[in-house]
């Protein structure tokens, strides 16, 4: 058989590529990253971006993204960190980064995606055994995947399964002579909900193993500095590796891991994403360095974040919406429909009150349920979440009353 045989049918989202692509898929959206976007030549209130605490426009970090390409261009440093690519930059924003979440040490990496599978990679050995959250982002799972041990899963935040397989790891380990990692997110980015991360060091008592955290949507927002979920929790000496991207809070590219010295001094030696990948450019560090700055001393952005937040999970469930059980700054909001009433929400949503946000349907969400997911900012007014709650509260009617098809897609010109 041909290999690109499988193509011809494009895979689940791919299938609906003619139809909603530009639409649903690969949407545009145009102009200056903000509350106020263009998405199809119209100005639309935008919910879907992880600019949490503002900073993608922020002038000064706009002046140090400038800077850096005005001194140093994209191309500096050249090579990977081991061979030619390190700075003095790179060493001070980890500097900075380790000091700021309460680590010896941290390391940069170029994304959080790949740096995730890495940091998997090169922490288990075939020995080894992995024990992660069933809804652990696909960087986990992809990094779980390539593990050449065992791996198991446990029912998303279910801590008794996450004990039993920690004794069926334990067994394991005990014949292997390998070690144990469980891995878990601070934040669960489409629900909003917390991983348990104290329930989880408090196993420590009864079994031998480490523990990773991805903190993508709570490194900048969570805790009382902002340094994250593990912070929140005050259980940052329970979290042996701590991993965060600079996509979400930072509003930029790349990624860190951080934890004890000789751990990090092992994965600057070992993590093949870096060893065989360029260094991150100095435009990105000088950036990382203004932002993580801004990120860390002045606490009214993020205090804006949160009243933001509150304002608009609070009116929310007033309205009588249903938000999970989200703790977290992500704003899920559920309905009952399929994916045909979605998409019909969704237009209706975008056409007329001219609001952008993204939606989850099935296999993410259960069958018959949908899944409109917010995301508050900094940069949101008061107004923006008074005429949010007010539209929804709309849609809402309309879809009690059947006024979405139930069985058609809308049609997009
Ligand atoms: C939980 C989580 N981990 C990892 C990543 C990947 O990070 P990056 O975009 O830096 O590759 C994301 C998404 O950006 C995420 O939401």
Same mark, same amino acid.
């Given at each position: =058989? ?14 609906? =590529? ?9 949407? *545009? ?7 106020? =976007? ?5 100005? =639309? ?72 599978? /890495? ?41 008794? /399964? ?28 489409? /629900? ?44 940052? *000496? ?166 979405? /098809? ?8």
């Amino acid at each position: =058989m041909d290999i690109f045989e499988k193509f011809r049918n494009r895979g689940p989202l791919g299938q609906y =590529m003619e139809y909603g692509h530009g639409y649903f898929m690969f949407p *545009k959206l145009e102009g200056e990253i903000g509350n106020r =976007m263009k998405f199809r030549g119209e100005e =639309m209130l935008v919910w879907s971006l992880n600019n949490y605490i503002g900073l993608a426009n922020h002038p000064e970090v706009r002046e140090a993204d400038a800077r850096g390409a005005r001194e140093y261009g994209l191309a500096a440093p050249m090579g990977a960190r081991i061979m030619s690519g390190h700075t003095d930059m790179h060493e001070q924003l980890e500097k900075e980064l380790a000091a700021f979440v309460k680590r010896d040490a941290a390391y940069l990496l170029n994304f959080g995606y790949q740096g995730m599978f /890495s940091i998997i990679q090169s922490v288990c050995g075939r020995n080894d055994v992995i024990v992660y959250d069933s809804e652990a982002h696909a960087c986990i799972v992809d990094g779980a995947q390539l593990h050449f041990g065992k791996r198991f899963v446990y029912p998303h935040n279910d801590i008794n /399964s996450c004990a039993k397989q920690l004794e069926r790891a334990t067994r394991i380990v005990s014949e292997t002579g390998g070690g144990i990692l469980v891995i878990t997110e601070g934040v669960y980015g489409m /629900s909003g909900d917390l991983g348990k991360l104290k329930e989880i060091v408090a196993l420590k008592k009864d079994y031998d193993f480490r523990l990773l955290i991805d903190d993508a949507h709570g490194f900048g927002t969570m805790g009382p500095t902002g340094a994250g979920t593990d912070e929140h929790f005050h259980v940052q *000496k329970g979290v042996d590796i701590y991993f965060a991207t600079f996509a979400k809070a930072m509003a930029g590219i790349g990624a860190f891991v951080a934890g004890d010295e000789y751990v990090i001094k092992f994965l600057q030696y070992n993590m093949r994403s870096q060893i065989f990948a360029k260094s991150l450019p100095m435009p990105i560090v000088l950036g990382s360095l203004k932002r993580l700055e801004l990120l860390r001393d002045r606490p009214e952005l993020r205090n804006n974040l949160w009243k933001i937040v509150g304002q608009l999970q609070g009116g929310l469930k007033e309205a009588g919406f249903n938000l999970g059980n989200t703790n977290s700054c992500v704003t899920p909001v559920f309905l009952q429909g399929g994916p045909e009433e979605a998409t019909c929400i969704i237009k209706d949503l975008r056409d007329n009150y001219k609001i952008f946000c993204s939606m989850v349907t099935y296999p993410v969400v259960p069958k018959g349920v949908i899944m409109l997911r917010l995301i508050p900012t900094a940069v949101h007014t008061v107004e923006d979440v008074e005429y949010t709650i007010n539209a929804f509260r709309d849609i809402a009617r309309r879809l009690q009353k059947n006024e979405y /098809s139930k069985t058609k897609f809308p049609k997009l010109d």
